[in-house]
């Protein structure tokens, strides 16, 4: 695996760790040169907000910043595989590209359960790279529920 891959997962992963009573996924956008322009973690517990996934959070403090809705420039990383209310904003917003660690079997809208981000009719198909640092996403999420039960 690619290791800037790897760094940028290593970033999305300590904002995951971030997450305190929320399920731990975190997000970081980056820049063409691969510096984080917007970076968040779940905060669904925290703001009793259901919309506040990582992922949103990243994309609403970049667009915020820039004054611009259209990322078409900058890349996606999650420890988690984007849901569909995920997918939806990553094709709205124009990311080209979303890397991703572990895998959703139950609502993944990137290859698992749907494949949205690739679906041409919702606009220009999203470069998808999945798997990168999977045990160590995956684990972090393990560990989470487990502590729940």
């Excluded at 939806?88 to 290859?111: H, L, M, S, T």
């Amino acid at each position: 695996m690619d290791r800037s891959l790897d760094q940028a997962m290593e970033l999305a992963l300590g904002q995951a760790m971030l997450s305190g009573l929320d399920v731990p996924v975190g997000a970081v956008l980056l820049d063409p040169s691969g510096q984080v322009v917007a970076s968040a973690h779940n905060e669904r517990e925290l703001t009793g907000d259901p919309t506040a996934h990582a992922e949103l959070l990243a994309i609403q403090r970049v667009g915020k910043a820039k004054g611009d809705w259209r990322l078409e420039d900058l890349t996606l990383v999650v420890t988690l595989e984007p849901c569909v209310m995920c997918a939806g904003a990553i094709v709205a917003a124009r990311i080209p590209k979303v890397i991703f660690g572990a895998f959703d079997e139950k609502v993944g809208a990137a290859g698992s359960r749907y494949d949205l981000l690739r679906d041409s009719r919702l606009g220009n198909p999203v470069e998808v790279i999945a798997g990168v640092k999977e045990a160590e996403c995956s684990k972090l999420l393990k560990d989470f529920f487990e502590a729940k039960r």
